[in-house]
């Protein structure tokens, strides 16, 4: 019962979680044996080199090389899954900072402390790489080239390791990294948070968390159990554990919604990144079906400044829209919160979900293909005739259906804010518009997935 209570009721107060390390010891030691990490993250780099030599070398045919689909169906859909189970874990695993450890080891970075035009940029830059992946992505051959794919993978460990040298630590982790800006925001929605006690922070002095000791290196994202307040940054590695001398820190299952309930779809991390998630989602979604194709014909565009309009127009519209829901709601400054914007905090599930539902489009419309693949890229002639194929109508059962589950959650939201955390204050009518934006949102998604072509998806 508390187990639901806490899924679905997410009181503000601290007490609405489970603490897991107290729950399930078995968790705890599982972060405190650091060779756990270790041996994850050596496995991790292994299959990651395999990817990129069998990229550079293996077969350029996509239908003779399993890398682009462990690489676009399997690392990616896991990715984006486990922005709502495991928060920002995945980085503590990431093989991008592999370059960064070998170069700290070898001694050859500056091991200067981060910039201030990185922390004051870096955001902004991080979040533009991203939507320029997700437009390469779309526009290229890049998910079709596992030459491509394995350049795109290499100069992403290449930016990493130019930023080990320079800084100390992982700069580009916490600040650059495309992936993991993305992740961190979407972790928003996690079912999981990693928190310190604060009552025993404010009894500890020095922070060793956050400044290390002579034995063990610093929070390797310059933040240590103690500054970390939201799930924007903090990769759940569990490397602060062992300096922490008051056991504090730990790990809760909490509601998926209590971090969106806080913040009220407040700053850049979600005030422009959702609305553009959003966009480019539609114009994915779009741009893989036969309307595009017959628009891009009717006014002799080339897809890909068809897609790129598209892209812009959607996202933009959705920034126009939800600033102008702000001002409707006419309640969008708090003396203690400062700005937010309710209708961003409502589009948040759909904008993860619909990544999601992006991602695993492309596992299950490849996944009957993978074993002829493997079989003939290694002449393993039992496998070629392991093929199957899942019905397009499946598929977009499928994908409706979870994003069903984003229409819930934004409803859901609404109705919260209403009846508890404005406490029926604000007269209800204020909120139609709401309801009214979530649910032409979830209109729109049925209507793009329902017009995919099965060629095309």
Known sequence: MKILKTLFWPDIGENNRIDLFKTFPSIKSFFYTRKNFAYIRTLGDIIFLGLILLGLF????????????????????????????????????CPFPGMIRLVHKLKLSLFRPPSKWLKDYGIHLATGLFFLI???????????????????????????????????????CRFLCPLGRITGVASTMALIEFRPDYKKCATCKGAPCKRGTDKIKPCPVYLGAVAVHNNLNCFICGHCLLLCPNDSP?????????????????????????????????????????????????????????????????????????????????????????????AIAILIPYGFTGELVYRLQYFLKNIGEFLPTLGRQFNIQSLINYYFQIPHSIIQLISILIITLSLFGSLYLIFYFYYRDFEREIPFKRYIHFLVLSTFIYISYVTFILIQSPEKV
């Open 58 to 93: 293996g077969p350029q045919e996509p239908d003779r090389n399993i890398m682009l689909f462990l690489a676009w169906g399997v690392w990616w859909a896991s990715i984006v899954l486990s922005w709502f189970f495991l928060g920002r874990m995945w980085c503590a695993f």
């Open 250 to 342: 730990s790990i809760y299952l909490r509601s998926p919604f209590r971090e969106v309930i806080l913040n009220k779809g407040k700053g850049i991390t979600c005030a422009y990144v959702i609305p553009f998630l959003i966009g480019s989602q539609f114009a994915r979604f779009l741009a893989e079906s036969e309307v595009f194709t017959a628009w891009a014909n009717a006014i002799y565009f080339p897809p890909i400044v068809l897609f790129t309009i598209l892209f812009f127009w959607f996202s933009l519209t959705l920034i126009v829209i939800t600033k102008f829901s702000a001002s409707a709601f006419k309640y969008f400054e708090d003396p203690l919160l400062g700005r937010f914007n309710l």
């Open 134 to 172: 997700i437009w390469l992505e779309s526009t290229t051959p890049l998910t079709k080239s596992p030459f491509y794919t394995a350049i795109f993978l290499i100069s992403i460990v290449t930016l990493a390791g130019v930023f080990g040298i320079l800084y100390r630590e992982q700069a580009w």
